[in-house]
Structure formats: structure tokens, C-alpha cells
């Protein structure tokens, strides 16, 4: 009877141990999109609508984001957030490319394109 009791507690106290469990793992999953949300949040800001920085936002989805990824962080392309270069550096960069690394966009792109892509690119934090 002792034993059976002793053995008794033993499954329950393993039972709720295993229900512990269970509550913090349902508990992890349903956490788990909050998450998702919150890193979600760190992606691009889109520029309001009709500002050159949102031209050059579509701009960049269009012809850029597939090497720079689509939240601007480097892909096969550095990271475009912080860039220190030059309005004039960035515009040969686009215009020209880098040769072997960034086809050129001369033939794409004209001038206010560019400059909408500079302002976009201004506007990504560090
Ligand atoms: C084929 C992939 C590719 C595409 C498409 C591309 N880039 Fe690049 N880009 C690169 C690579 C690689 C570099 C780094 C070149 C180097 O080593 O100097 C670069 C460099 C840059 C730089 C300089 C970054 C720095 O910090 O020095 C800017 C700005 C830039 N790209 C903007 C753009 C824009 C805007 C577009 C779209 C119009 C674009 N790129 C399209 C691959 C690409």
C-alpha cells in the first residue's frame, strides 16, 4: 500500500512535470509569431506614398533587391544602411556599376530615377 502510494505520487508529480511542459511549449508557439512580428518590424520602412524615396523604393524592389535583399541588408551586395559614400559616389555606382560585382543602370535608369534611389538608400538607418 506504502509503495503503491509512494508510486502513485511518482506518476502524478512525472505527469505534471510532463504538463509543465507541455503549457510552456503550447506556450512558446503561440509566442513564437509575436516574435516573427517583432523581427518583422526591424525589416524596411516603406517611404509614404509620392515621395521621391518611395519611387525610389519601387525603384530599388525592381532592379536592385535581389542582390541587396529586399530589406536592403546584403545579399550577394553589401548592405546598403548607413552608406557613407557620396550622393556623387552613389550615382556613378548606379549609373556605371562595378565591373564584375554591379551591372550598370546608364541605360535603365535616368537621372531622377538615381536620385530617387539616393534618396530612398538616405533614408535606410544604420
Ligand atoms: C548583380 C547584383 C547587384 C545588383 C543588381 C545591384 N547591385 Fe549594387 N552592388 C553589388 C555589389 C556586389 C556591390 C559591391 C561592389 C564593390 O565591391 O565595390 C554593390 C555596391 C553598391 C553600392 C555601394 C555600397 C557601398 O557601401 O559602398 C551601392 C550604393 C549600390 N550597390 C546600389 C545599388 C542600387 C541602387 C542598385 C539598383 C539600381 C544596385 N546596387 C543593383 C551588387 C549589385
Same mark, same amino acid.
Given at each position: 500500500?506504502?509503495?503503491?502510494? $509512494?508510486?502513485? #505520487?511518482?506518476?502524478?508529480?512525472?505527469?505534471?512535470?510532463?504538463? +509543465?511542459? #507541455?503549457?510552456? %511549449?503550447?506556450?512558446? $508557439?503561440?509566442?513564437?509569431?509575436?516574435?516573427?512580428?517583432?523581427?518583422?518590424?526591424?525589416?524596411?520602412?516603406?517611404?509614404?506614398?509620392?515621395?521621391?524615396?518611395?519611387? #525610389?523604393?519601387?525603384? %530599388?524592389?525592381?532592379?536592385?533587391?535581389?542582390?541587396?535583399?529586399?530589406?536592403?541588408?546584403?545579399?550577394?551586395?553589401? &548592405?546598403?544602411?548607413?552608406?557613407?559614400?557620396? &550622393? $556623387?559616389?552613389?550615382?556613378?555606382?548606379?549609373?556605371?556599376?562595378?565591373?564584375?560585382?554591379?551591372?550598370? %543602370?546608364?541605360?535603365?535608369?535616368?537621372?531622377?530615377?538615381?536620385? +530617387?534611389?539616393?534618396? %530612398?538608400?538616405?533614408?535606410?538607418? &544604420?
Amino acid at each position: 500500500m506504502k509503495i503503491s502510494l $509512494q508510486l502513485k #505520487g511518482t506518476i502524478l508529480g512525472t505527469a505534471a512535470g510532463l504538463a +509543465a511542459i #507541455g503549457i510552456a %511549449f503550447a506556450a512558446g $508557439q503561440i509566442l513564437q509569431p509575436k516574435h516573427v512580428a517583432s523581427g518583422a518590424a526591424e525589416e524596411l520602412v516603406v517611404p509614404p506614398a509620392g515621395t521621391p524615396a518611395n519611387a #525610389g523604393y519601387k525603384l %530599388f524592389m525592381l532592379n536592385c533587391a535581389h542582390c541587396h535583399g529586399s530589406d536592403a541588408r546584403g545579399d550577394e551586395g553589401p &548592405d546598403l544602411h548607413g552608406v557613407t559614400k557620396s &550622393d $556623387q559616389r552613389i550615382t556613378k555606382i548606379i549609373q556605371n556599376g562595378v565591373k564584375g560585382e554591379m551591372p550598370k %543602370f546608364s541605360a535603365k535608369l535616368n537621372d531622377a530615377d538615381t536620385q +530617387a534611389l539616393i534618396a %530612398f538608400i538616405r533614408t535606410l538607418g &544604420d
